[in-house]
Every structure is written in structure tokens, then in C-alpha cells.
């Protein structure tokens, strides 16, 4: 999957929407109900009702991009539905594309490096 790396931010709705709405849609629901701005480079992520579908659009520098998944077999793995939104990390964002926990995605921790062997 390519997919966002790095320090990209990564919004997510955490209410179901009419996915009927194409990207301009989406990106009106950006600006209204997450009260963000469609255009700062940040990726914004909707579900559907049904678990197995789901959303990005996010302005690449040209123009605003829509993206559309649905899986085959199994769900996405989506937070409580409430009227809120979360934030995930870039890796996060990959594994709920591939429909993977991605709650079990955490940041690396520091290690330290051992002073003297043995």
C-alpha cells in the first residue's frame, strides 16, 4: 500500500457519512463539522455505516485528492462512532488501510545503548 510517511497529520471522523459526497463534499465536511481546513496537507478520513469502507481526502499541492477503499472480505477497524474527532500517526493510517488494528501500532521508544559490553 503507498500511503502517507513521516509527519503527515491524519484526521479522522469518527461519525459515519453519506459516502454519496465526492471530494467536494468531504472536504465541506472538513471545514464544518472537524472545523479544520481541507487544503493544510493533513488527511482527513471517513467511514461509512458499513465498517468496510472508507475515505481520504487531503490536498496534494495540485489539487484535492479523494480516496476510496472497500474490503473484500472483513472490516475496517474504526473507533467508537461519536461526535469527535481523533488523530492517528502515519503508520496507524497504514494499518487501518489494510485493515489491520491499527491500535496496536505504537511509536518506537528509544532503546538505549548499552555503555559497556557484556
Do not use: C
Not at 11 to 22: E, I, L, S, Y
Not at 35 to 45: N, T
Not at 52 to 67: A, N, Q, S, Y
Not at 76 to 99: C, I, N, Y
Amino acid at each position: 500500500m503507498i500511503g502517507p510517511t513521516g509527519a503527515v497529520r491524519v484526521m479522522v471522523a469518527t461519525t459515519p457519512v453519506d459516502f454519496r459526497k465526492g471530494a467536494e463534499g468531504l472536504a465541506a465536511l472538513v471545514r464544518e463539522t472537524m472545523g479544520a481546513d481541507p487544503f493544510s496537507g493533513a488527511v482527513y478520513v471517513f467511514r461509512a455505516k458499513r465498517a468496510d469502507r472508507i475515505k481520504l481526502v487531503f490536498w496534494d499541492g495540485t489539487g484535492v485528492v479523494l480516496v476510496a477503499k472497500r474490503l473484500e472480505d472483513g472490516e475496517f477497524r474504526w473507533p467508537k462512532a461519536q461526535d469527535s474527532v481523533m488523530h492517528l500517526t502515519a503508520a496507524q493510517l497504514s494499518a487501518l488501510l489494510e485493515g489491520l488494528d491499527w491500535r496496536r501500532v505504537h511509536a518506537t521508544r528509544e532503546t538505549r545503548v548499552p555503555a559497556i559490553s557484556g
